[in-house]
C-alpha cells in the first residue's frame, strides 16, 4: 500500500505541474475551450473517486522532529491589510474569535483560548505546494471535527468554507472541503506550527490543515467557518479562490 500511495502521489504531483504548466506557457485558448475544461472537471472528479476507493480514511503520511524542514516557506498572502486583523495582531489576538455558523444547530464565536482548550492533535506532516516545493512541518490545533461537532452540523450540510481576512489580488481569499475531509482525523485548525503560535506570514491566528491536499487547500488567517449545502452562492462559485480563477482543481488530493 505504502507503494501505491508513493506512486498515487507523484502522479498527482506530476498532473499539477503539468496542467499549471499549461497555464503559464500560452495555452489559455484550451482554458477557454469547454470541451477542454469538461475534460479537466471530469478527471477532477475520477481523481477524487479514485483517491477514496483506494483508501478515504487513510493518514497522510507523519513524522518526526527529526524530519522537520529546517526552512518552512510562507505560501499565499504574507501580510494581512485590514484594520481589524491589524488590531487583533497588535493585541495578540486577545479580542479575536472564530464564528461557526451556516447550516449549524447553534452558531459559535470561540475565542483563540477556547480553540487551545479542545482536545489537540498535533502531526507533523509535508506541505506539497502546487509550484512545485515541499516542507515538512509539526502542526497542533483541535480537529475540526471537534468544532463542528460543537456546532452541531446538520445533515443537509454537504460543505465547509473557510473564509480568511486577507486579500489576494483584492478579492477575498477562502477555500472549501466536502464533509468526508471535514471529519478526516488529520484535518485540524492548526494555531501552533513548529511549537510557537502562528507567524503572521503562516497565517496567525488560525489556519486550516487539511493534510491529503495541496498547499493552496490550507486556507490562513481564517475568520469564520460557514457550512453549506452547496457552492454555488460562495464568492465566484467553484469552491475557492484559484478555483474561481480557473487556475487550479477544487479537489486537490494527493
Not at 57 to 79: C, I
Amino acid at each position: 500500500m505504502s507503494r501505491l500511495l508513493l506512486s498515487r502521489r507523484g502522479l498527482i504531483r506530476t498532473g499539477s505541474l503539468t496542467a499549471t504548466g499549461l497555464a503559464l506557457s500560452g495555452c489559455d485558448a484550451l482554458f477557454d475551450n469547454p470541451s477542454f475544461r469538461k475534460t479537466l472537471e471530469s478527471a477532477e472528479d475520477f481523481h477524487r473517486v479514485s483517491q477514496r476507493a483506494l483508501g478515504g480514511e487513510a493518514l497522510a503520511r507523519e513524522y518526526t522532529k527529526a524530519d522537520l524542514s529546517p526552512e518552512f516557506r510562507a505560501n499565499g498572502s504574507r501580510t494581512v491589510a485590514d484594520a481589524l486583523y491589524r488590531r487583533q495582531l497588535a493585541q495578540g489576538f486577545a479580542g479575536w474569535s472564530l464564528r461557526v455558523e451556516g447550516l449549524v444547530e447553534r452558531a459559535l464565536d470561540l475565542s483563540l483560548d477556547a480553540l487551545r482548550g479542545l482536545p489537540q492533535r498535533r502531526q507533523i506532516t509535508r506541505h506539497d505546494c502546487v509550484e512545485g516545493w515541499s516542507a515538512i512541518g509539526e502542526w497542533q490545533g483541535p480537529q475540526l471535527a471537534s468544532v463542528v461537532t460543537l456546532a452541531r452540523l446538520r445533515p443537509e450540510a454537504r460543505y465547509v468554507v473557510f473564509h480568511c481576512a486577507d486579500l489576494y489580488h483584492a478579492r477575498p481569499y477562502y477555500e472549501s472541503i466536502d464533509r468526508l475531509d471535514a471529519f478526516h482525523p488529520q484535518t485540524i485548525l492548526a494555531w501552533q506550527m513548529n511549537g510557537a503560535p502562528l507567524s503572521e506570514a503562516h497565517g496567525a491566528p488560525l489556519r486550516l490543515r487539511v493534510e491529503r491536499q495541496l498547499g493552496y487547500k490550507q486556507a490562513k488567517f481564517v475568520t469564520r467557518i460557514e457550512a453549506v449545502a452547496s457552492l454555488a452562492a460562495i464568492h465566484g462559485g467553484k469552491g475557492g479562490y484559484w478555483e474561481d480563477n480557473g487556475a487550479y482543481a477544487w479537489y486537490a488530493g494527493i
